[in-house]
Structure formats: structure tokens, C-alpha cells
């Protein structure tokens, strides 16, 4: 029986618990400047090669050459310092860099090689210092990472006996089985590992690639759980202590850091430092970048002084920052959204804005770290498949003097299995396995290439021609090894937009209640004035009718980090009298809603009460959505994704029990809460507000006609998926509101803009 991929990395490894756990390295504690100065043996101010050696071989116990865990540990317990055996074992695994369970002279070179970053062959105080922030950082992101992970083992160990059996430790990641197919695949994973845990896709999917022993692309199979089983179970005795687990799975993390880093290489340099990018922009040192600030940073590499910063002015000045070429141009390319090679000040605009994460007008450390770590992650997902593409372009540049518009083409042909030209089906399969990239990024890359939105590639139309012509930047008729992988990194970038995006609305409380209040608080006095919320809503009337209509009211609301829909129930939460506009006496009527003690000022306390409501409301409303969705999906006979009359008639008719073409008050209060999800108070509503002549039944007079036009808001005789759920949000905030004064109206369905 062949050993699982895991077992064969996890039997290198030798774990020295007990000694591990007075390992002295604490980040609270740990004064690096004693550590430099009793490394500095001759007191010359820096580190040189003999000197570092000199401090291992010293802490060669035994005399075999190198250093083992033990001997790493009692090295260290000269310092007393104090630290966790978790953070003991991630010092040990990170200095051995070959994993072979010792550090030998080779890996103390390499590490002194790794922190010499101006290449004299010693370290100074302030090399040293920083390679101790950097690890000191690495640290702290897998100790949180490691915190949520013990939680999921915690929950597993339903016995609390700090064993798990096979049925408990798999269930750790059974929920990521979503579809129900009993298997796992890669996306399904690291959308749940990434959830759970906070760690990012890179780091999430090359885990996958681990656990997948048998590389069919899913987990979860009898044979594979056991070879995992099996090697988590490293002393062997038959059973897998939460101790184990979470020691190999640092291992493994570690390892997969390691990689990571290895082909982040091509895109960012290794003495990168988040912390010192962030104090280099914030000029007045007073912890956050303002936008100011951040147009001067990024003008500074206007050269030419014209207002607009170009691909050529911006790479050479941000390689400077600690990024390679290809990552500079990757920055410039996700920075530059009108894809013309400049980059004007409203694009920096839109830089600083996806930074300020909770729209307060500045971004912090956290801010800037969490987007600096998206962005890093998408440089290594990045730098693989760069490694893959020029394997490809070596393959088909015959005689490496850049390729044709044949061999350039000739890259995709394979992909082509009927030769009738390459749909997506063929595209994906073949990108998938050339690459490792991921079904959906592959799938968008897809329709980037399929211009004319035909779903076929041809290598022998226009389409493909233009792609060539594109990709061949200095226009020499030839497409150059560099060439192709630079545009090849521009489209990832054009991919990358459309993910986040994506990710945008299907995140619809990507915003932070107490940011949002500072927003408001203009004065900064820790209260909202009817004042400072009028001027709020007077910043949304773009036409300045005096009014906020919908389309107004949502491009704005979402710059707080709401998405789309849930600034349109916030907008129908707000128009008290379904009017589809707020007035200044419906922005009135929410102050006092906020002013819970009537003095006419909004504290922090009262303003989360009611967002956190709002909140939970729009939480309801997401969870009835996803039954909705297959009312309409069944309703949509021809699958177009809009409804006809005749269609939308079908939306209730699972209801009508007695086949009589009416609804009765009974028939719906049976039908609609097992359907929608929704309870029976607002089922009631609901069918009061169908009922228009309250006799009790939906369906006679004109009131399937007006049901229908109410949702067709644009007017073109069909209605749309969009229409439909934004006219039931509009339903819903309308139950809710007369839920609350319990008077039900007789306003008409609808909503326009």
C-alpha cells in the first residue's frame, strides 16, 4: 500500500513536545537587540557568517554537526523567556528549512543569505530586526489561524477525551461538502477552509493539493481518509490525539508557507514589509493614511509632472518598495481599471477607497494589511501559473526566438478535442489540467477570450487574430516569452476584478456599524445632529431635485461597504410612504427612529441598536432569497432568466390546491411559509397586499394583471430575476414597516427607478 502524500512528509517529522514547551522565543517579551548583541561576539555592530555558525555549533550538544530540536530548545532556555509549545514547534519547523528535523550549517547560510539584503555578507542590527518583524508577524497570523482551527478540533472531540476517532476528525471538514455528493472538491474546500479559518486562497488550495493524495480533484474517499487518518497518527498507537493533529497540521502549514513564498519569489522580494510600506505613505506618523497622503505617494511617480502616472514611471518606482518587476506590473494593471496604461487621479481615488474599508476617509494598519495580503496572495496564485504559461510558451516557441501567430495559437489547439472549434467545456478541462488553475477563474478567463460571446474559440477567425495582435506589445509581428506572460497577467488582473467583485455581492454586511456612525458624526463629537444626518442624505441628491431617489440613494449608500441589495432595502426601509424617493421629512422620521430617548441626538449606543436590527432583517431577507430564487427558477420555463405573463402566473400556482385558477387566504398561508421560509404574520400580509379587493381571494378581477405590472418596472411586458427580487425586498421592508405601526396600506406593489 503506498503511504498517502501526508504520510511521507509527516514521517520526516520528529516532535520534541516536552523539551519544545520552555522553548524561549515570546514576541511580547522578546528583546531582539540582547539577542543581536550576544550574536555580535567581537562587539563590531554587525553579524558576519562565522560569527552565526559559531552560535549553532554551540548548540551542538552532541557533536554530530547539527542541531536538533532538543538541542534548539536548551539553546534558547538560557534566555528564560516563555512561550507556548505551538509557537515552539513554528520557530523549529520555520529555521528547518529542508524539513529534515535539523538545522545544519547550510540552513544557518541560508537564513543569514535571506536577512543580507544589502548582500555584504553580514547583518546589521537593522537587517536583523526587520527579519525578526517579519517572522514575528508570520507568527502571529498562524497562532490566530491555529486558534480557529483548535476550535473546529474542539467541536469535533464530541467525547471530550483529546482523541479523535475517524468519524470525528473527518467531520471537522465534512460541511465543506456542500452539493451533498460525499466528496469534497477544491473549490468547495477552500471556500470553507478560508471561511473557517481566515487563511488565504493560496494557502488554502495547495492544503487541498496535500490531502488529495490520489489527484482526482476531491476528498473524502474510504481509502483516502484512511491514508490521512494514518499519517496524523504519527506515534502510531491506532488512534489521533488532538495533540497530533494540530502539530501536523502546523507542520503541514508551515511547509505550505514555505512554498508559497518560493513561488511568490518571481512577484515580490523576501525583506517585503507590510509595516514599513504603510509608515513610508502615512508622512505625519499618526497611524493611518489619509487620502492626501495616499494621492501623494502614488503622484510621487508621476515623473513627468502631467498629472497621470504610466506603466513605464510607475514599475521602476515601485520595485523600490520591494516588489519584483512582474509584481509592479501586476499592481499597475489591478490599479489601472480603464485598461489604457495610465493611471489618472480618479483611479488612484478608487485605489485609496478599496483600502478604506469601512469608509471612514483613512486607512489603518489593519486596512492596509488585510488588503496588502489579498493582494499578495493573488501575486503567488499568479507566479504558479506563470511558471505553468511559460513551460507552455517554451513548448511552443520552436526555435525561442519568440513565437508566431501560429505557435502562439498553437498553445490552446490541443484544447480544440472535436476540432470544431473549443467550447467552454473543452477550455476549462484543458486550462484546469495545464495550469492547476481553479473552475471558476478558469471560466472567466474563458469569456474574457470569447469576445464575440459565441461560446467557441476558434485559432483561425478574427477573434484569435486580435488576441495575437494584442499581445504582441512592440508590434514586431513576433510575441515574445515576456510579452505573452505580461499580457497574460494583465488578464489575470482582469479576472481578479471580476472575483472580488463578485465576492462584493454575495457579502452584503461588508461594513462596520461603528465606521458607518463616524461617517455621520461629522463633528467628531461622538453624536449625530438632524443636521449631520440631513447633510448625509443632501451628499445623495446627485440632480438636487431635493429628493433621494433609489438609483441615487444605492450608488451611494454602497460606498459604506453595503452591497447592492442591501442598500435597496435600506432605501425602501427609509421611504416611509413608498413614494420609491426619501424627502427631507422621511430623513426626519429615521432620525427619530435612531433617537430612542427623544433628545434629539443619536448616540453610538442607539445607533447600533437599530442597525444591528436592520441588520438581522436583511439576514432574514438573505436566507428567504435563496428560496425565492427557486420559485422564480421553477416558474422559468424556458430558463431565459425573465418571466412572461404566462410564466408568472405559474409563481403561485403550486398553492391553488383545488385547481380553480383562485387563491384562497388558506391555500396561500398553507403554501407560502413551507415555500418562502417566511412565518405566518407575514405570509398574511403578504397575501393582504395580493388581495386588492379583499374578497379574500388572489386571482380574480385585475389583479394577476397588476401583480405583474407592478413587478415590471421597466416596462418591457416581462419580468426579470433582478425585478422580481427587488420587488420582493420592497415587499418585505413594506411587511416590516406595517408589522411596526400594524396599519396595512393600500399601496400598489412596485418599484421603479
Known amino acids: 500500500l503506498t503511504p498517502h502524500p501526508v504520510a511521507l512528509e509527516l514521517l520526516k517529522m520528529k516532535f520534541f513536545i516536552v523539551a519544545a514547551a520552555i522553548v524561549a522565543l515570546a514576541c511580547a517579551q522578546l528583546d531582539v537587540k540582547k539577542l543581536f548583541d550576544e550574536a555580535d561576539t567581537n562587539d563590531d555592530g554587525m553579524i558576519d557568517l562565522q560569527e552565526e555558525l559559531k552560535a549553532n555549533r554551540a548548540a551542538d550538544i552532541n557533536g554530530d554537526g547539527v542541531v536538533n530540536a532538543s538541542e534548539f530548545v536548551i539553546a534558547f532556555k538560557k534566555r528564560d523567556l516563555k512561550t507556548s509549545t505551538r509557537e515552539a514547534l513554528f520557530f523549529f519547523f520555520t529555521s528547518d528549512m529542508n524539513s529534515d528535523q535539523v538545522i545544519d550549517d547550510s540552513e544557518v547560510t541560508m537564513g543569514i543569505r535571506m536577512l543580507d539584503s544589502n548582500n555584504d555578507t553580514k547583518m546589521s542590527y537593522e537587517e536583523y530586526s526587520k527579519g525578526f518583524s517579519l517572522m514575528m508577524s508570520s507568527l502571529k497570523m498562524v497562532m490566530e489561524g491555529a486558534k480557529k482551527v483548535q476550535a473546529m478540533v474542539d467541536a469535533a472531540d464530541v467525547d471530550d477525551d483529546d482523541m479523535l476517532t475517524g468519524d470525528e476528525m473527518f467531520s471537522i471538514i465534512s460541511p465543506a461538502d456542500t452539493d451533498g455528493s460525499n466528496g469534497i472538491d477544491k473549490k468547495e474546500f477552500v471556500t470553507f477552509w478560508m471561511s473557517k479559518t481566515g487563511d488565504n486562497m493560496d494557502r488554502s488550495e495547495r492544503l487541498f493539493n496535500k490531502f488529495d493524495g490520489n489527484k482526482d480533484g476531491s476528498l473524502m474517499s474510504d481509502e483516502e481518509k484512511k491514508g490521512i487518518y494514518t499519517a496524523f497518527d504519527y506515534n502510531k498507537d491506532g488512534i489521533v490525539s488532538t495533540e497530533e493533529f494540530m502539530n501536523a497540521m502546523l507542520f503541514m502549514h508551515v511547509q505550505i508557507r514555505r512554498e508559497s513564498r518560493m513561488a511568490l519569489s518571481v512577484m515580490v522580494t523576501p525583506m517585503f514589509d507590510i509595516q514599513a510600506a504603510f509608515s513610508k505613505a502615512d508622512n505625519n506618523s499618526d497611524g493611518v493614511i489619509d487620502n492626501t497622503e495616499f494621492n501623494m505617494l502614488y503622484m510621487s511617480f508621476d515623473a513627468n509632472d502631467d498629472g497621470n502616472v504610466t506603466i513605464g514611471e510607475f514599475v521602476p518606482r515601485f520595485i523600490k518598495t520591494g516588489f519584483t518587476e512582474k509584481g509592479s506590473i501586476y499592481v499597475f494593471f489591478r490599479m489601472d481599471k480603464s485598461g489604457d496604461n495610465i493611471l489618472t487621479m480618479n483611479e488612484i481615488d478608487t485605489a485609496f477607497g478599496d483600502f478604506d474599508m469601512n469608509k471612514d476617509n483613512s486607512i489603518s494598519m489593519d486596512e492596509f494589511s488585510k488588503v496588502m495580503n489579498m493582494l499578495l496572495d493573488q501575486l503567488s496564485i499568479a507566479a504558479k501559473l506563470g511558471a505553468k504559461l511559460s513551460a507552455m510558451v517554451d513548448d511552443a516557441d520552436t526555435d525561442g526566438n519568440g513565437m508566431t501567430e501560429a505557435e502562439m495559437l498553437s498553445i490552446l489547439a490541443p484544447a480544440d478535442m472535436n476540432a470544431d472549434g473549443i467550447d467552454k467545456d473543452e477550455f476549462r478541462a484543458f486550462w484546469m489540467n495545464k495550469t492547476g488553475d481553479n473552475m471558476d477563474r478558469s471560466d472567466r478567463l474563458f469569456a474574457i477570450f470569447d469576445k464575440d460571446q459565441n461560446g467557441i474559440l476558434k485559432t483561425d477567425d478574427a477573434e484569435a487574430k486580435g488576441f495575437f495582435i494584442g499581445f504582441d506589445y512592440n508590434k514586431d509581428g513576433m510575441v515574445s516569452k515576456d510579452e505573452f506572460l505580461n499580457a497574460m497577467l494583465y488578464l489575470f488582473a482582469e479576472v481578479m476584478d471580476g472575483v472580488e467583485a463578485d465576492m462584493m455581492k ?248
Open 506 to 753: 454575495m457579502k452584503p454586511m461588508m461594513f462596520s456599524i461603528s465606521a458607518n456612525f463616524n461617517m455621520i458624526d461629522n463633528n467628531t463629537d461622538g453624536q449625530i445632529s438632524r443636521d449631520e444626518m440631513h447633510a448625509v442624505f443632501q451628499s445623495f441628491d446627485d440632480d438636487m431635485d431635493g429628493s433621494v431617489n433609489a438609483s441615487e440613494f444605492v450608488k451611494h449608500y454602497m460606498m459604506t461597504g453595503m452591497s447592492s441589495s442591501g442598500s435597496l432595502f435600506i432605501f425602501f426601509r427609509t421611504d416611509d410612504n413608498g413614494d420609491l424617493k426619501v424627502v427631507k421629512s422621511e430623513v426626519d422620521s429615521t432620525f427619530d427612529n435612531f433617537d430612542q430617548d427623544d433628545n434629539d441626538m443619536i448616540s453610538m449606543a442607539e445607533y447600533g441598536m437599530v442597525m444591528n436590527k436592520t441588520m438581522g432583517e436583511l439576514a432574514t431577507a438573505k436566507m428567504t432569497g435563496k428560496n425565492l430564487d427557486k420559485i422564480f427558477q421553477a416558474a422559468d420555463a424556458d430558463a431565459d432568466m425573465s418571466l412572461t405573463r404566462t410564466e408568472a402566473g405559474m409563481l403561485l400556482a403550486p398553492a391553488d390546491e383545488d385547481k380553480d385558477g383562485l387563491l384562497s387566504k388558506a391555500e396561500f398561508e398553507k403554501y407560502w411559509p413551507k415555500a418562502s421560509g417566511e412565518p405566518l404574520d407575514r405570509t398574511a400580509m403578504f397575501f393582504g397586499y395580493l388581495d386588492k379587493d379583499d374578497d379574500g381571494e388572489f386571482g380574480n378581477d385585475n389583479e394577476k394583471t397588476d401583480f405583474f405590472d407592478s413587478f415590471d418596472y421597466n416596462d418591457d411586458d416581462s419580468v426579470t430575476q433582478e425585478e422580481f427580487n427587488n420587488s420582493m425586498l420592497y415587499i418585505y421592508a413594506k411587511i416590516l414597516k406595517d408589522l411596526e405601526s400594524r396599519v396595512i396600506g393600500d399601496t400598489i406593489i412596485g418599484y421603479f427607478f
